[in-house]
């Protein structure tokens, strides 16, 4: 059987898949990989489906060495760098190592989160029917906590088959305003407060990670009816607003329920975006209607499929006009170097 | 709101907040989690998962799927329908070691009531309580059915760290903690039970609608009950019905 043996990883590195989900119910929150896009288009490349798990890289790199066989790894999601033996990858393309050589992934020059998919997939047992670790809860990844050295990481596929994968062309960098669907609570806002959030900036805290990022900028006003509720379900991308009045945005790790007010909630095509963005970056929102986001979300969909039915086998310099076209809709997908 | 309606609170694009009111109050329970069970039956297309929580069910979808206007019909339609009686849950009996260092906060707690602390577990397991939901960390059960002499407000500086299975009150709340957390609760006394265990079938003892009585427990069986719950009993007990 072919071997991930992990010989450093940064303290926050962890295993990720599009998420668990149906057990909220029972208070367990969906955890998954803090930017699906990255993740699936570091799947795509080694030809994966786009959930399967991967490594997740948190501003800190690390090394893996191959035991055992061979493996086929490609990245995307923060500008790291990768290496095999030393020797860089190009980006957006897949590579394979053989046994006893060395994976290295950079930490971050820009972005936060980066995945590192290995072709076939990781013979990780699954918890709740998903590998993805929730960090708080310690449900999920590899016996419930992070990656460390010393970690060995059973492989599902010995020997990768086939010529390496490649995007052809870059990916267009999203940027603008972060989306927003205002609600659940925002009868508990003054509408001065909505129209703070919308027209003021806001800067990323410190306090940032897979649970959520706190913001800071002006504060927002609770409503006479306060700043508790009865505790009610939270939607990833929720902005919760506890009493200080400065807005928490709940993503991946979030607690399923909580009795803050949330004024709106971040809609899925800007979360990868969001979760990249590290802190002290401003951001600045903007609210669309319902019906307007789930148009939004058909397109990032749309888009994203024809970035993955883009990828063609590496080496191969045939790239016509319309498919580099076809590249630069690329709305919902993001460019985490941003 | 007249009795029957409904709101429907955007969540993004990818999830609806149906909300019956806005108290702790079994009849609306009642009403959310015979929401939840038509879902899970119905199952629409795009369903992800339902959330059910004290006073609404928070549905969660795929975007690209769900038929949103159609699911705003059919709830508006079902609504008044909803049965605001509580079905008859599982009941479970769960033991308890109260007061010492299972329980930090009871003699400050009864003190505050000028009871005894006695007096106080005698009013803590007197009700059959009920599972208004599950949340915040995994196995987290809320209950309902606290005597109101003994509510008691939150602390104003809560723990930061408190150990798994914590049995606490805060304001007209009662909680069966799962794991380690910080709360700002009164704890009252420690349970062996695990409510969630991962890799333990099945994971998840408590759910919605259950019923949960406790059962005051000597401090000489926790080592006992501890292990046995460690090795995957549930050493909380189904009652017969």
Redesign the interface.
Same mark, same amino acid.
């Given at each position: 059987m072919t071997l991930l043996a992990i010989l450093a990883a940064g303290p926050a590195t962890s295993l990720q898949d599009s998420g668990r989900f149906g057990w909220q119910r029972f208070g367990v929150g969906p955890a998954g990989a803090m930017d699906r896009a990255s993740l699936g288009l570091a799947n795509a490349l080694v030809g994966n489906g786009p959930g399967a798990a991967a490594i997740e890289f948190a501003l800190a790199g690390g090394r893996l060495k191959v035991e055992g066989g061979a493996a086929r790894v490609a990245l995307a999601g923060a500008d790291c760098t990768l290496k095999i033996d030393g020797t860089a990858v190009p980006l957006f393309t897949s590579a394979s190592a053989r046994d006893g050589q060395t994976i290295e992934v950079g930490s971050a020059r820009s972005g936060v989160f980066a995945y590192l998919a290995v072709a076939g997939g990781l013979a990780v047992p699954p918890t709740l029917g998903s590998i993805s670790l929730h960090h708080r809860t310690g449900v999920g990844g590899l016996g419930g906590r992070s990656l460390r050295a010393g970690d060995r990481l059973p492989l599902l596929l010995a020997e990768p088959s086939g010529p390496e994968r490649a995007l052809p062309g870059a990916i267009q960098a999203q940027s603008g305003p972060i989306r927003v669907v205002i609600g659940p609570q925002e009868d508990y806002f003054t509408a001065s407060a909505i129209a703070t959030l919308v027209e003021q900036e806001y800067r990323i805290s410190d306090q940032a990670d897979r649970m959520g990022v706190r913001l800071t900028g002006p504060k927002l006003e609770h409503s006479a009816k306060g700043y508790n509720i009865v505790s009610d379900g939270i939607p990833t991308g929720a902005i919760q607003v506890p009493g200080n009045g400065m807005p928490l945005i709940l993503l991946a790790d979030r607690q399923t329920t909580g009795g803050y007010p949330k004024i709106a909630t971040v809609i899925g095509a800007d979360l990868p975006r969001l979760a990249q963005s590290r802190p002290g970056t401003k951001l600045r929102f903007k609210t669309v209607e319902r019906p307007e986001a789930v148009r939004i979300a058909k397109a990032a969909d749309q888009a994203e499929r024809e970035l993955f039915a883009s990828i063609r086998s590496a080496g191969l310099a045939s790239l016509d006009s319309s498919e580099l076209l076809a590249l630069n809709l690329v709305d919902g997908v993001v460019d985490a170097r941003g | 709101m007249t009795p029957g309606d409904v709101r429907f609170?955007?969540?993004?694009?990818?999830?609806v907040?149906v909300?019956f009111g806005?108290?702790?109050d079994p009849a609306i329970s009642a009403r959310v989690l015979a929401l939840?069970a038509a879902m899970n039956a119905e199952r629409p297309a795009g369903l992800?998962?339902?959330?059910?929580?004290?006073?609404?069910? *928070?549905v969660?979808f795929d +975007?690209?799927v769900f038929d949103?206007d159609a699911f705003v019909r059919g709830v508006t339609q079902l609504a008044p329908t909803l049965d605001p009686n509580p079905r008859p849950g599982r009941r479970w009996k769960v033991p308890v070691i109260y007061g010492g260092e299972f329980g930090i906060d009871l003699e400050a707690t009864a003190e505050r009531h000028g009871l005894t602390p006695t007096q106080l577990i005698d009013k803590h397991c007197a009700p059959v309580y009920r599972v208004y *939901?599950?949340?915040?960390? +995994?196995?987290?059960t809320?209950l309902g059915g606290l005597d109101p002499s003994i509510a008691t407000p939150r602390r104003l500086d809560p723990r930061p760290h408190t150990p798994a299975g914590i049995i606490s009150i805060g304001g007209i709340q009662a909680l069966i903690g799962?794991?380690a957390m910080p709360s700002g609760w009164h704890i009252l006394g420690q349970t062996p039970v695990r409510t969630?265990m991962?890799?333990r079938e099945p994971?998840?003892l408590t759910?919605?609608g259950d019923e949960v009585v406790f059962v005051p427990t000597d401090a000489s069986r926790w080592a006992e009950l501890d292990r046995a719950a460690e090795a995957g009993e549930p050493v909380a007990e189904l009652v017969a019905r």
């Open positions: - | 609170l955007p969540c993004g694009d990818a999830a907040t909300e806005n108290a702790i939840d992800v998962e339902t959330v059910p929580t004290y006073r609404s069910l *928070m969660q +975007p690209l949103y *939901m599950i949340g915040f960390m +995994p196995g987290f809320y799962g794991q969630f991962a890799g994971a998840f759910a919605a």
